[in-house]
């Protein structure tokens, strides 16, 4: 009796194994083909409308994460020559994994992949960068490189210790730049929470894909930071060395291709899109637009400037747009700490009769203590200069039409929603879609990127959405009498208060 019991044990095993494998070959066939399918080339798809490329540039929206996953993944598929990216934070999660392998794909082929990411927000271990970095076809650079990669943790605290300007001396731009061609650039960076798979907390983000001569200037952007002395070599800034040979990847591809982690009704998507692209091109969705700029700060920005201040080049973009406003300005923006500029621009706005509203994150709905902490300190002097303020809600109603990934439709709950969008509408007729937080480190610190829209239909969508967000289902409207901060637990409340010994300066 025993030695059947054990017979059927290991017959069992023996089956179930059998099936592991069956599955996991099914899932790698399943991968295969969706990569392996012949894909035109964007050369192919672009040819018919050379003449408004060259002198207008395609504009879309892109609001929702799973839509935005799906683009730059079809995109990179379609890839024929560059693929150049830039990026404040890139994480090994499941997003940042599957990202990774569509760009290894890619490289394969032949497509030159070039990666900047700045050192603060890497959130990767440096043997996986150098993994990457040894293909033939992919080149990493770390940028302003000292407080993270290949430094312990005493060197970490010497560089804020004894170099406190320099190691805050970062770069926030976010740009995805394919063949020259096609270029995304917004609020979102590379990781779980800003494509609506992270299974607590996600983030109601914006991107804007643009397409044709637009992109020419997010191109020389790019270039510019790649080639400045503060983008170093990931291989410059570690003695560990990894060697490239055939089937390095096969781990990365194998948990690319497993449903549990990117599952195979996204890959259908992903394949129809192929196939809808020439009708989306010609839809109304895509805006054909004469007038759109891409505004970027230089490299190094304010690095040669005393003190913590110096603006730059989106600082002042921002602030020229604002004091041209006729008749409104709505901002959307995570972390909202003015400066006595800022105050002042917005109350000269308010004084010429334009109405003013902002939107950020409420205590409930921020992932960031420090950032608020500024904001909370500085509520009441902002509402005195006539702005309507507004504060997003961890509960927002529109989490369950903007949260549209995989993730969210197999699970039967809804994560906490936190805004995380950079976006501004003027006179309802210009737009601005980028990466500029309003708060000091965006104005003097940081390096930052947006395109500004002059078209008022793509304002018109922005402005809609941004209306939806002002509901009371969405958000709260704070005024001198009333803001939501007591409807948070006491421990966030205590630890927020704790946060003030953080200078504004820097937030």
């Known amino acids: 009796m025993k030695l059947a019991t054990i017979s059927i044990s290991i017959l069992f095993l023996f089956f179930s194994c059998s099936k592991q494998k069956k599955n996991q070959k099914s899932q790698e066939d399943f991968c295969a083909k969706i990569h392996e399918k012949s894909h035109k080339g964007l050369s192919e798809y672009f040819d018919k409308y050379s003449e408004n490329l060259q002198n207008k540039t395609a504009v879309q929206v892109l609001e929702d994460g799973g839509g935005s996953l799906i683009t730059r993944a079809w995109f990179t598929q379609n890839a024929q020559k560059s693929i150049d990216i830039q990026y404040f934070i890139f994480s090994t999660d499941n997003v940042g994994l599957i990202a990774c392998d569509y760009l290894v794909r890619a490289a394969d082929r032949g497509v030159k992949v070039r990666l900047l990411v700045d050192d603060m927000m890497v959130d990767s271990e440096l043997e996986d960068i150098l ?24 060197k970490k605290l010497g560089k804020f210790a004894f170099d406190f300007k320099d190691a805050n001396l970062r770069m926030h731009n976010k740009t995805f730049i394919v063949d020259g061609k096609v270029g995304i650039t917004g609020g979102r960076n590379i990781a779980d929470e800003y494509f609506d798979y992270d299974h ?113 080049n989106t600082t002042k973009a921002l602030i020229d747009l604002i004091n041209n406003a006729q008749k409104s300005v709505d901002i959307q923006t995570p972390y909202l700490i003015t400066t006595a500029i800022g105050k002042k621009v917005f109350a000269d706005a308010v004084k010429r009769g334009v109405k003013v509203r902002i939107l950020t994150n409420s205590l409930a709905s921020t992932d960031n203590l420090e950032a608020f902490s500024g904001y909370q300190r500085d509520r009441k002097e902002l509402l005195a200069t006539g702005v309507q303020v507004y504060e997003f809600r961890p509960d927002a109603k529109e989490r369950f039409k903007m949260m549209t990934g995989a993730y969210q439709k197999k699970v039967n709950f809804t994560p906490v929603f936190g805004l995380h969008a950079k976006s501004m509408v003027i006179d309802d007729s210009i737009s601005v879609v980028g990466t500029f937080n309003l708060d000091p480190r965006s104005a003097n610190l940081n390096t930052e990127c947006f395109a500004i829209i002059h078209d008022k239909s793509v304002s018109k969508g922005i402005k809609q959405n941004f209306e939806t967000d002002f509901l009371p289902e969405n958000s709260w409207h704070t005024t001198t009498k009333f803001n939501p901060d007591h409807l948070v637990d006491m421990s966030k409340r205590i630890k927020v208060k704790t946060r003030r010994v953080v200078p504004k300066s820097i937030l």
């Open 131 to 154: 993994t990457m970095d040894s293909h033939p076809n992919i080149e990493i650079k770390v940028y302003n490189p000292g407080v993270n990669l290949g430094k312990n943790i005493i």
């Open 200 to 312: 607590e907390y996600n983030f109601r983000d914006r991107d804007v894909l643009l397409l044709g001569k637009g992109v020419t200037d997010m191109q020389n952007s790019f270039i510019d930071f790649w080639e400045n002395k503060n983008s170093v070599a990931v291989s410059e800034i570690t003695d560990k060395k990894v060697e490239y040979k055939p089937g390095i990847f096969e781990k990365l591809h194998q948990y690319a291709c497993n449903p549990e982690n990117f599952w195979p009704q996204v890959r259908i998507q992903l394949d129809q899109f192929q196939d809808s692209f020439d009708k989306i091109i010609k839809d109304s969705t895509l805006v054909w637009v004469k007038e759109v700029e891409f505004i970027s700060d230089f490299p190094g920005k304010n690095h040669f400037k005393k003190g913590l201040g110096g603006g730059g």
